[in-house]
């Protein structure tokens, strides 16, 4: 399952920094924990999570692979970028085939660096962007809902229900508001909404790029952006780019201790990267064995069949039953056998929600 987050913001920002910082530190992962470039602005990052090596230890698990995200370095906005200004078109079109926007936004003062603006203002820099999608959007619910209204009158079902959510969704954006405001009263609705690819109905992360100095507590920029995140559901983190930048070409087993002369206990990335996981409603799955202990990705809410299929569409197709631990059992017990000793391996059926951690061994017959 290939989950996209398309890194945006202004020119000057840090973002192809925090890219470049991004694809160099999992380019110098171990080979276990790869790194592939899908094209020269796409790579796929490992997800971090201490729990495999935990299973791999106790099954003797030669390898360890852990699930990817990707991430995309989107070509800079400008204003007037949803009539084509810059390179607005191929901006939209880029940001539409993400499954989340990370939104870069410049946190700190440098007269070196020069602001499009000439003045460093996070709120008003989110509000930019966020403008020029809202008008993408709006310009194109604008000529599709007249039309499944009309539609809609005459007995066409499935325009009727598109009539009324993205009718929603255009009068969200007429009144200055994201499209993710919308609310689908049911699975169908949802279902239509989702295939409408409106930019504003993408899920947010806020990434506030500060100072050296304040790497570890933020600043009063941040504070802000944290307070407009909260206020509409979004998420948002601290990242110094220049750190991540100067960490990404540093041998790992130097990196723990320059972070903690900084006050850090993790990489901004890896915060980051966790914050679009849980973004987009992923959960992580594992299987473990003596050839790799691997942690595979899911959404929120999948059943066993679903998770079967991340793996192999024939083990979703031929699915029988799922044998299933949960992580904290795998590990008190020491294993498959102790866990099935002790009662802990559960036989689950199609109808079973797979709950993050949960180590599992597929059945399926083709």
Not at 98 to 110: K, P, S
Not at 319 to 348: P, Q
Request: charged share 25%.
């Amino acid at each position: 399952m290939g989950f996209r987050c398309g890194i945006v913001g202004l020119p000057n920002v840090g973002k192809s920094t925090l890219f470049n910082a991004l694809t160099e530190t999992a380019a110098a992962q171990a080979a276990n924990y790869p790194f592939c470039t899908i094209e020269p602005n796409v790579g796929n990052v490992a997800v971090p999570d201490a729990r495999l090596e935990s299973l791999a230890k106790i099954a003797g698990s030669a390898k360890i692979i852990e699930t990817q995200l990707g991430f995309v370095d989107i070509a800079g906005l400008v204003r007037g970028a949803s009539k084509g200004e810059g390179l607005g078109n191929q901006f939209l079109g880029n940001i539409r085939e993400v499954d989340a926007i990370v939104h870069v936004l410049r946190c700190f003062e440098n007269d070196d660096i020069q602001h499009v603006d000439n003045k460093v203002d996070p709120i008003a820099d989110a509000e930019t962007v966020e403008t020029e999608l809202m008008l993408s959007d709006l310009e194109s619910l604008e000529k599709r809902v007249p039309n499944l209204q009309k539609k809609a009158a005459q007995g066409d079902k499935e325009a009727k229900i598109a009539a009324s959510v993205l009718g929603q969704a255009l009068d969200l954006l007429r009144e200055g508001k994201p499209a993710r405001l919308t609310q689908p009263k049911d699975i169908e609705e949802e279902r239509v909404f989702g295939q409408a690819q409106l930019i504003t109905a993408k899920p947010v992360l806020y990434v506030c790029n500060v100072n050296e100095e304040d790497a570890a507590n933020g600043n009063e920029f941040s504070a802000r952006v944290f307070e407009k995140a909260k206020a509409e559901g979004a998420e948002a983190v601290v990242v110094s780019a220049a750190i991540e930048a100067e960490i990404a070409t540093m041998p790992a087993d130097e990196r723990g201790e320059f972070l903690g002369e900084l006050g850090l206990e993790e990489t901004g990335l890896a915060r980051v990267i966790r914050a679009g996981y849980s973004l987009l409603h992923l959960l992580t799955f594992f299987t473990v064995g003596p050839k790799e202990a691997r942690a595979w990705t899911t959404h929120v809410g999948a059943k066993a069949p679903q998770a079967a299929g991340e793996i192999h569409t024939d083990f979703e197709r031929g699915f029988i039953r799922a044998e299933t631990i949960a992580f904290d059992d795998y590990v008190k017990f020491n294993g498959e056998a102790g866990a099935r000793d002790n009662g802990k391996l559960r036989s689950e059926g199609k109808d079973y929600v797979v709950q993050d951690g949960d180590v599992m061994l597929f059945r399926f017959n083709v």
